[in-house]
């Protein structure tokens, strides 16, 4: 009796996640699983997240490197391992979807490249299926993360355009949110020319070595790598982690290049997937229309062309890691820094790899055996307003952990977040509950992103983040 009220109590406290209440993503996948092992990875990782992500849709579609084919079943190959490890994943939190509820969702567009299934005639399943969730009663954006080509997604966008209202068509295509993993058929930029209100997250062109999401699995100098490696890999999610662990293949060309397309949708902290420039975990995005001349071919068939319009597209931090500091302050600024779009996604990386390891023990651990998030509580707003040259004050006296780990704190200003772009030092100690700041001399209003990164002392470890937005006025 008492494990049983147990259950329950955990399962209503899992349920807000420990009394932090968030608005889950819905988000429909498009893949051209089979083109390359890292769809498969993708998904492996997303349905351990399918209690914190609103999965609505699987779709499998073709692309450039996967014409004529789709692979619905290989998707169903891999819920049925997720259904193996399903009743162990609500051990740790609640809301796990049964794996008969996932395989309604799998679908699938046409056996056919770009825009040549796009038209009269070109209505798929799958293009029927995004119609249907866009339709459906439920205020909230919806995602489409499209991991091969966008046909699809195009064909129901022509339906939309050819059957309904300007009206009603306008109010649909404004609940969508588009990220895209490149170009990998001609039906982007048709999509982009044709709906420039559309909300669309790319790196334009199909040159994936000049696209942010390369982040997630490039190989960089002066950074460590390790998180990424075959021997990691192995370790941490594919040998002795249950029946999903294990069908999560071998990299082939470069490890889970998918991810990215729903890694902000994660409710971590420090993800607002409505904000791309804000940073997160998918890499960080400015609105603008990209400069044409500087777009590169990759070596695919996929035909480049100018943008019409402004894009979500590649942004660019500069970046200096904080690394660990052996006596004295836990924590020191490293020597060296880091300038490229690609910092805005692999700065995150071992946080949402070590997140990736803890969920994958969830399919085989107990509670007790396993480690979980910490969770930080600031205590005040997240937003507050202060005057240019006062001194001000960031807390988070009341963050606690679910396991009673220790844990680190590590406060951090994030100028390209904001509107004011100068880095502000944390006054004294930045790995402190309460962190102090003294507000720069502004002209104008300005906005500057602090961040809080609570640590945990687990294995591995975790991170969880609070995103306070500092509004700065002149005296």
Request: glycine share 8%.
């Amino acid at each position: 009796m008492r494990t049983f009220i147990f259950f329950i109590l955990f399962s209503m406290i899992s349920c807000s996640f420990f009394g932090q209440t968030y608005q889950k993503n819905r988000v429909i996948i498009l893949t051209d699983i089979e083109a390359d092992p890292d769809d498969t990875q993708s998904l492996v990782r997303l349905f351990l997240y399918a209690n914190q992500i609103d999965i609505k849709g699987l779709i499998a579609t073709t692309s450039c490197w996967h014409q004529t084919n789709v692979n619905p079943k290989s998707i169903e190959k891999l819920i049925y391992a997720y259904g193996q490890v399903q009743p162990n994943l609500l051990k740790h939190e609640s809301g796990f979807p049964t794996p008969e509820n996932l395989l309604t969702l799998v679908k699938e567009g046409l056996p056919i490249y770009g825009m040549g299934g796009v038209g009269d005639g070109m209505d798929s399943v799958g293009s029927e299926w995004i119609i249907k969730v866009l339709e459906e009663d439920d205020d909230r954006s919806l995602w489409i993360s499209v991991w091969g080509g966008a046909n699809t997604l195009a064909q129901s966008l022509y339906k939309i355009n050819n059957t309904k209202t300007k009206k009603e068509a306008k109010r649909l295509i404004s609940k969508l949110r588009v990220y895209t993993i490149s170009d990998q058929d001609d039906s982007g930029i048709w999509i982009r020319n044709n709906f420039p209100d559309l909300f669309y997250v790319v790196s334009p062109g199909d040159d994936y070595g000049s696209a942010t999401w390369t982040g997630i699995n490039g190989y960089f100098e002066g950074v460590d790598n390790t998180k990424i490696s075959n021997s990691w890999i192995a370790k941490n999610i594919q040998q002795n982690h249950g029946p999903l662990g294990a069908v999560y293949p071998d990299v082939a060309w470069g490890v889970e290049g998918d991810t990215p397309a729903f890694l902000s949708l994660i409710p971590n902290g420090l993800n607002e997937s409505e904000h791309p420039d804000w940073g997160a975990w998918g890499g960080r995005y400015e609105l603008y229309k990209p400069d044409f001349s500087k777009t590169k071919e990759g070596g695919s068939i996929v035909t480049i062309a100018p943008e019409t319009r402004k894009i979500w597209t590649n942004a660019i931090d500069n970046y200096t890691p904080y690394i660990p500091n052996e006596f004295g302050r836990s924590v020191k600024k490293d020597t060296v820094s880091f300038k490229n779009d690609k910092v805005t996604l692999w700065r995150w990386r071992d946080d949402f790899q070590n997140d990736f390891a803890a969920r994958i023990d969830w399919c085989i651990k107990s509670y007790e055996e396993a480690n979980h998030p910490p969770v930080p509580v600031l205590s005040h707003p997240q937003q507050i307003t202060v005057k240019a040259g006062e001194e001000f004050s960031l807390d988070a006296f009341d963050t606690t952990d679910p396991d009673g780990d220790g844990f680190s704190f590590l406060w951090f200003n994030y100028p390209e977040a904001g509107s004011y772009k100068k880095s502000i030092e944390i006054n004294g100690a930045e790995n402190v509950h309460v962190a102090s700041v003294t507000a720069p001399e502004v002209s104008k209003e300005e906005t500057a992103h602090f961040i809080l990164k609570v640590t945990d002392k687990g294995e591995p470890q975790l991170s969880r983040y609070k995103r306070v937005i500092v509004t700065m006025i002149p005296k």
